[in-house]
């Protein structure tokens, strides 16, 4: 069985009105490769008549961006032509690749009404064979992702990305990465073979959870060594985890705002082709 290597408590990072964790990076770990980036957003409510997510138009490149709805929606738009309206329980992935602007907002409906809204953001990164990929887009609501009933009901895993107990996920990604949310009730196990090699990501969004026999809870990063492939989960109450596993591209890793390459030289270029307009124009 792997052994904990650390628990990382998520960060308060509020932007704007928007009640924000940042769980990746922060000053205990700095990414879990090939995982980059996650900020976890709620839980929170909003009014009637409320401004939604300030997300507006920003450009990417070099990486992927999933996003997980738990509650509430998010309306996506970018320069590739993608638009989108995803609901609770649905997914986005965005692979930008050689770049692309895009605004991930609230929907009108959503403003005016107002109500629950909790989401996640996950950044993934891309390796360097696929950092200039042409972009593309996936939003998917909660029917059309498959959902695994385990222990006999007491988890229930939304297969989002690789293949979980025989089934394949929604996404096909470009590179082996595996993604799924987790849903236990009070009591739930969960235990799954995993290549020692593959770097686990594990994040507890709600509720309390023993991980290879140790207590943790909501708001947790934990950062597993790579002695073992067998990863045992059990809840001690309701809970929710998000839940991947990849291996490491073990490449140079140069971060700079909303970009993500492998030199400093790749970073700068990036810039200029955003500013000569190369990642597309924004109809606003």
Same mark, same amino acid.
């Given at each position: 069985?792997?052994?904990?290597?650390q628990q990382h408590r998520a960060v308060s990072a509020p932007i704007d009105d928007l009640v924000t964790y940042r769980a990746l990076p922060t000053r205990s770990v700095e990414h879990l490769d090939p995982f980059l980036f996650l900020n976890?957003?709620?839980?929170?409510?909003?009014?009637?008549?409320?401004?939604?997510?300030? +997300?507006?138009?920003?450009?990417?490149?070099?990486?992927?961006?999933?996003?997980?709805?738990?509650?509430?929606?998010?309306?996506?738009?970018?320069?590739?032509?993608?638009?989108?309206?995803?609901?609770?329980?649905?997914?986005?992935?965005?692979?930008?690749?050689?770049?692309?602007?895009?605004?991930?907002?609230?929907?009108?409906? +959503?403003?005016?009404?107002?109500?629950?809204?909790?989401?996640?953001?996950?950044?993934?990164?891309?390796?360097?064979?696929?950092?200039?990929?042409?972009?593309?887009?996936?939003?998917?609501?909660?029917?059309?992702?498959?959902?695994?009933?385990? *222990?006999?009901?007491?988890?229930?895993? #939304?297969?989002?990305?690789?293949?979980?107990?025989?089934?394949?996920?929604?996404? #096909?990604?470009?590179?082996?990465?595996?993604?799924?949310?987790?849903? +236990?009730?009070?009591?739930?196990?969960?235990?799954?073979?995993?290549?020692?090699?593959?770097?686990?990501?594990?994040?507890?969004?709600?509720? #309390?959870?023993?991980? #290879?026999?140790?207590?943790?809870?909501?708001?947790?990063?934990?950062?597993?060594?790579?002695?073992?492939?067998?990863?045992?989960?059990?809840?001690?109450? *309701?809970?929710?985890?998000?839940?991947g596993h990849a291996r490491p591209f073990n490449e140079p890793i140069v971060a700079y705002g909303p970009f993500v390459m492998n030199t400093n030289a790749e970073i700068q270029q990036a810039y200029q082709d955003y500013q000569a307009g190369? +990642?597309?124009?924004?109809?606003?």
């Amino acid at each position: 069985m792997r052994t904990i290597k650390q628990q990382h408590r998520a960060v308060s990072a509020p932007i704007d009105d928007l009640v924000t964790y940042r769980a990746l990076p922060t000053r205990s770990v700095e990414h879990l490769d090939p995982f980059l980036f996650l900020n976890h957003h709620g839980p929170q409510t909003y009014k009637p008549g409320n401004r939604g997510l300030p +997300f507006g138009p920003h450009p990417h490149r070099g990486f992927e961006t999933v996003t997980f709805i738990l509650a509430g929606d998010i309306m996506h738009e970018d320069t590739g032509g993608h638009q989108s309206i995803i609901n609770a329980g649905g997914i986005q992935w965005m692979t930008a690749g050689r770049g692309l602007i895009h605004a991930e907002v609230s929907s009108p409906e +959503f403003k005016r009404t107002g109500g629950p809204l909790e989401i996640l953001q996950l950044w993934v990164n891309l390796p360097a064979r696929h950092k200039m990929t042409e972009p593309r887009y996936v939003g998917l609501q909660e029917p059309e992702i498959p959902r695994i009933s385990l *222990d006999e009901g007491r988890v229930s895993l #939304q297969a989002i990305a690789g293949e979980w107990a025989g089934t394949a996920g929604a996404v #096909q990604p470009l590179a082996d990465i595996a993604l799924a949310t987790v849903y +236990f009730r009070a009591g739930g196990r969960l235990a799954l073979t995993i290549p020692a090699d593959h770097t686990i990501f594990c994040y507890v969004v709600r509720g #309390q959870l023993r991980v #290879q026999d140790q207590p943790t809870e909501a708001l947790h990063l934990i950062e597993l060594n790579h002695d073992g492939d067998d990863l045992h989960l059990e809840a001690q109450s *309701d809970a929710v985890l998000l839940l991947g596993h990849a291996r490491p591209f073990n490449e140079p890793i140069v971060a700079y705002g909303p970009f993500v390459m492998n030199t400093n030289a790749e970073i700068q270029q990036a810039y200029q082709d955003y500013q000569a307009g190369k +990642f597309g124009q924004w109809r606003g």
